[in-house]
């Protein structure tokens, strides 16, 4: 697949706006860097965006995600890597990704707090919906992925 447009270029300042919004989920977040990076790989992988997941999972193990864990993020319900409030933390955004005709069950909420303060909910969602938002642009845009490995740095996790 070829891609379609440059979104970024199109529409620039909406584009920096949105990394924006993007980056302040991050900076300055109470919860776990390798969280965020779990959470982005595991939406991206749902919402099928090559572009994202080959990012997300270059990021993280720059960060120094073990590679199991990468490969095991596809099967987290089965798989004994991910503690407790990893697993809490990737249902809420498998839960925010693909909202079902009831929503949220009351089940999994109360497991998310169970592992996270209100406030470290409410940063992981705008985290989820930052990453479902760059999901569908490089989705319906068809982003080539690793073609902006230089650009971020994501050259040095030595994956291409």
């Known amino acids: 697949m070829s891609p379609r447009l440059d979104y970024a270029q199109q529409s620039p300042e909406l584009f920096k706006k949105y990394v924006a919004f993007s980056l302040a989920t991050r900076q300055g977040s109470t919860v776990e860097a390798a969280i965020h990076d779990l959470v982005q790989i595991r939406v991206s992988q749902l919402n099928g965006c090559a572009f994202c997941v080959d990012m997300h999972v270059k990021q993280a193990r720059i960060r120094g995600e073990r590679e199991l864990r990468l490969h095991h993020l596809a099967i987290w319900h089965e798989s004994p890597l991910f503690d407790a409030r990893e697993r809490a933390a990737l249902a809420w955004a498998e839960a925010l990704t ?35 938002g760059w999901n569908r642009l490089n989705v319906a845009f068809r982003s080539t992925p690793g073609a902006q490995d230089a650009a971020f740095g994501l050259d040095k996790a030595g994956l291409a």
């Open 98 to 132: 693909q909202l079902g005709p009831k929503g949220v069950d009351d089940a999994l909420y109360a497991a998310l707090r169970a592992q996270f303060t209100d406030h470290e909910i409410v940063e992981l969602s705008y985290d989820v919906m930052a990453i479902n």
